[in-house]
């Protein structure tokens, strides 16, 4: 296997899941995690022919599954001319070479799928650079003597390799190099960034933040009025986007922040640093969620503990529960006398639940494609950032 090379190929690869489902996961969460691993690997560019699931109590330190289920998947594989072999957790360097060893075909753990879509998503220099050094970062424990080595950049007198030192020294050492340069072109365009930010003025700022894929750069077009670029795909944004919105006489900066998602790996989380700033930075944040999403709570939760990592400070948050115009719940049986799940509630019932003990949240119910409830969101949303502009601006009173 060549880890240098993204799972992305010019034709659809065929591939497998694989998950193990630790204590305390129940089958109906683990099918959910698998549904999503498959939406990333649709993302970018395979096709699934099977999932396999085993229950431990933690994945085994040596091969991630048991001799007898990894033993499963090898003859699947080989009776069936798959293409990659896909883990939902990431693997240790390792694992990674075991599980080689045995599948004889490309092995792919979460974090390198994910980081393989960022890359075929980036379209900026600076995006590029960020998910390049989020590669690279997660490349270089890897390395092994199978990886097919970095072009050598550097030659000639006094930069030739000493005698004896083997092809993997160099490749680590071309690594590190590519590493600290991209660095420090990242810091660059920090700085600049920040520049940017703070020429900006003194208007309230606002981010959207949410799940990968719940439709924040769709609000972001309805309410700036914009074109920014909006799939039905994971990670379909990277670039932070900014614009002026003004709703009323009220003016202030929405930002478009590229989307979270369980288990996203930390090198991602590190180098997309000026995006996550502009989270830092905001005055107010609009949570957007999925509500049609079967495991929007989980959602929740994930956006949830990444801000409380990255963004320590209080600030309002609206929580903005889209798609409802996708709702759909099943209706209970009368004589069903088993506890009632969330699949069987109506939207009026769901609305009754913990979503109702927000503190002092203010939570929305809007459907940004049909347009759907927008007027109430947009009263909401002017009222809050009106709050912050006369705490910021005491003696303006032409909004009062």
Known sequence: M???????DDSEESCVLICVIPQGTSETQAEEYMNE????????????????????????SKTYLGSGKLEEVRMYINANDIDVAIFDDELSPSQLRNIEKKLEVKVVDRNILILDIFASR???????????????????????????????????IGMR???????????????????AALQKKLKAIDKQKAVQRGNRGQLVRVALVGYTNVGKSTI???????????ENKLFATLDTTVRKVVIQNLPFLLADTVGFIRKLPHQLVDSFKSTLDEVRESDMLIHVLDIAHPNFEDHYKVVCD?????DKTDKPIIVVFNKVDAYNF??????????????????DDLKKTWMAKLNDTKCVFISAVDKGNIEEFKEVLYKEVKLIFQERYPYHNFLY
Not at 46 to 53: G, L, P, Y
Not at 220 to 230: H, I, P, Y
């Open 330 to 347: 099943v209706a209970k049986d009368e004589d069903d006398l088993t506890p009632m799940e969330p699949e069987n509630y109506s939207l």
């Open 2 to 8: 060549s880890q240098g090379h993204v799972l992305v």
């Open 122 to 156: 980036a379209r900026t220099a600076n995006a590029k650079t960020q998910v390049e050094l989020a590669r690279l970062q997660y490349m270089l424990p890897r390395l092994t003597r199978m990886w097919t080595h970095l072009d050598r950049e550097k030659g000639g």
């Open 161 to 179: 390799s000493g005698a004896g030192e083997s092809q993997i020294e160099i490749d680590r050492r071309l690594v590190q190099d590519k590493i």
């Open 306 to 310: 990444t801000l409380a990592e990255i």
């Open 220 to 230: 972001m077009n309805m309410l700036s009025k914009s074109d920014v670029f909006a």
């Open 37 to 60: 691993l498959e939406f990333l690997a649709e993302t970018a560019g395979a096709f699934t022919k099977k999932k396999f699931f085993q229950k431990l109590s933690k994945p085994d």
